[in-house]
């Protein structure tokens, strides 16, 4: 219960929540209408830090959600040319992160980690379309253990202006485990090939644990 109200938050909070809460002391000395309204923002800062333990379903003929947000696109696309793969037709599954999610990213399915690759961009509306060609973002390539190839993209939005990434190349992954976070608004697109979809545009998912697709 009491992990529900207040959640452990991301190391990448401290700060931000550190800063807030010296503002709203200073505000409250001049104003408490004003210092009310730092009291609130900083609860904000604190939720979106929010680092909460989700439990995977531990079977990698499964993807679960690598965010949590609202599902905005289903369809089929040619690969990242960032990545050279845009002579491959993958399925791309776009999740929204608004400001009131949790920010975290997971992995969908278990793997090693082939690739890392860091795009500077744009601060576009992460939920349009071209976004995914555009805006600041960070690629993942990742060969699961069956030797498939999942690609993960962290996409930087509007007001989101770091991409945190907490993994490193070559490094092995479980199900659900932590990839790194986006700050303050922005989308992830994940894409795969051959698997059923689980899941619809319009769907709200939580990384870690809610299924896209399968075997």
């Not at 730092?38 to 993807?63: E, G």
């Not at 690759?117 to 509306?125: D, E, V």
């Not at 990742?142 to 907490?166: D, F, H, M, N, S």
């Not at 199900?175 to 922005?186: A, D, L």
Request: proline share 3%; aromatic share 12%; charged share 25%.
């Amino acid at each position: 219960m009491m992990d529900n109200i207040f959640p452990k938050i991301h190391k990448e909070g401290y700060k931000f929540l550190a800063i807030s809460i010296i503002f709203t002391l200073a505000v409250l000395l001049f104003s408490n209408f004003f210092g009310i309204i730092f009291i609130l923002i900083t609860i904000w800062v604190y939720y979106f830090f929010r680092d909460p333990d989700r439990i995977s379903i531990n079977d990698d003929n499964y993807l679960v959600s690598p965010a949590d947000g609202l599902i905005t696109q289903i369809s089929e696309e040619v690969g990242p040319a960032d990545l050279n793969l845009e002579k491959n037709t993958f399925t791309r599954i776009s999740i929204f992160m608004n400001v009131f999610n949790c920010h975290v990213n997971r992995t969908p399915v278990g793997g090693k980690i082939q690739e890392i690759f860091y795009k500077p961009g744009k601060f576009l509306n992460a939920s349009l379309d071209k976004a995914s060609e555009e805006n600041e973002r960070n690629y993942y390539k990742l060969t699961t253990t069956k030797g498939e190839e999942i690609i993960i993209v962290q996409i930087a939005g509007l007001i989101a202006r770091r991409i945190v990434c907490e993994v490193n190349k070559d490094q092995s992954l479980k199900q659900g485990e932590r990839i790194g976070m986006i700050r303050f608004g922005s989308r992830v697109d994940l894409y795969f090939k051959n698997k059923t979809i689980l899941a619809k545009p319009g769907q709200n998912v939580f990384a870690g644990e809610s299924l896209l697709a399968k075997e």
